[in-house]
């Protein structure tokens, strides 16, 4: 015995919040497809993500360290898998639909480039003029059009309620443009899942990695009110941070962090009086929140990290090169196309040239763009 989709959908009907997302109440797909016996159409999805190349390659893209500075630091991967855990926990928490947050989780960065935030800076630059590069827009553009998997469409023809999720994705570095997804609403809960989990994720994570590295001692968290919480809590008492009340103390925090966005979202929802997925996007206000005291608190330590981690020299350092690599790989496309490989140059037609190299680049790992430039502007190298 097995549970057919339809038991599957009862069931969300059964444990779903009233606002949660329905997966036999989904708006569809663009080319219609009949859906599996025993997975609902988020599942569907999700697991069609979770097979793409896209999604592989980010196992070599920046998070934050570049990839040969270490095996233990998180990548665009282990990144991505944390946000899916905390969006799926926090989730279950709200009534809100797992399989659509995980989805969206781990579809959310899949157009980042390689060298991360130096990476779509440097390719929004060059694309300025041919409009424009943005990683939301390019998992979009990834999901819907790059990905060939199936003969009968482009992309991986995924529900309307993932494709909105990935585009309404935004925090406080990415705004959102959802010029073809209803954009006078907000995203449903399930997208502002995914945007609260990555937040929550990459200020905790990032953390760690700095503490790890040696970027950040515990020395220089004195006085940042969260890190007095944790240190507190934990009872530890210094001055040297081994392994293992590093993590206690990471742990602590994404603890704090989750607790206070269930137990503030929860009451902003019954305070909002909604009973729909439709009421709960019309609201004025996006929903998932944090209080206001973790709020001051989680800004004083964004600042921190701006400060003393996202700019310390090794960073920035290696932000530079990233600039230089995907800039000297762009003019070298575009000033001699014919060194593009060949399955490449077959798209230049259909999608222009700036745009076929943009997502050339775009797709390419940390390693592959620095073996490539190295490739090409070497002259011992072989081409």
């Known amino acids: 015995m097995f549970y057919t989709r339809q038991e599957l959908e009862a069931t969300e009907d059964r444990t779903l919040a009233s606002y949660g997302c329905r997966s036999k109440n989904s708006r569809g797909r663009v080319y219609p497809e009949d859906e599996p016996e025993y997975r609902t159409s988020y599942q569907r999805d ?68 390689a060298f991360g935030h130096s990476g779509e800076m440097t390719l929004t630059r060059l694309m300025k003029d041919f409009g424009g590069f943005d990683h939301n827009k390019q998992s979009l553009r990834i999901v819907t059009q790059l990905e060939r998997r199936y003969p009968e469409f482009p992309g991986l023809n995924l529900t309307w309620e993932v494709r909105e999720g990935i585009v309404k994705h935004e925090s406080e570095y990415d705004i959102a443009d959802a010029s073809d997804y209803n954009p006078e609403i907000r995203g449903h809960l399930e997208a502002q899942i995914a945007n609260a989990a990555d937040e ?18 515990p020395q220089m968290l004195e006085g940042l009110t969260l890190w007095e919480i944790l240190v507190e809590s934990i009872g530890w008492k ?71 981690l996202y700019r310390h020299h090794r960073v920035v350092r290696m932000a530079v090169k990233a600039e230089k690599i995907i800039t000297d790989l762009f003019r070298a496309y575009r000033d001699e196309p014919f060194i593009l490989p060949i399955h490449i140059q077959e798209h230049i037609d259909e999608r222009g040239l700036e745009r076929t190299i943009c997502d050339y680049i775009a797709g390419m790992t940390d390693r592959f763009a620095i073996e490539e430039h190295r490739k090409l502007f070497d002259p011992t190298s072989k081409p």
Do not use: W
């Not at 700095?210 to 001692?217: N, V, Y």
């Open 238 to 308: 210094g001055p040297a941070l081994d392994d293992l009340s590093r993590h206690r103390l990471i742990r602590r925090l994404i603890g704090l962090e989750v607790t206070d966005l269930v137990q503030t979202t929860d009451l902003r929802l019954r305070e909002s009086t909604v009973r729909s997925v439709g009421e709960l996007q019309r609201l004025p206000y996006p929903v998932i929140s944090f209080s206001e005291d973790m709020h001051r608190r989680n800004r004083q330590l964004k600042d921190f990290l701006y400060m003393n």
């Open 200 to 217: 929550l994720t990459y200020t905790a994570h990032d953390l760690d990695d700095g503490l790890r590295s040696g970027m950040i001692t």
């Open 46 to 113: 999700r697991d069609r993500i979770l097979h793409t190349t896209a999604f592989r390659r980010l196992e070599y893209k920046t998070q934050v360290f570049i990839n040969y500075e270490g095996d233990y630091y998180r990548t665009r991967l282990t990144h991505t898998l944390e946000v899916s855990q905390i969006g799926r926990t926090i989730a279950r928490a709200l009534g809100a639909n797992e399989d659509l947050v995980e989805a969206i989780c781990l579809a959310h960065d899949l157009g980042h480039p």
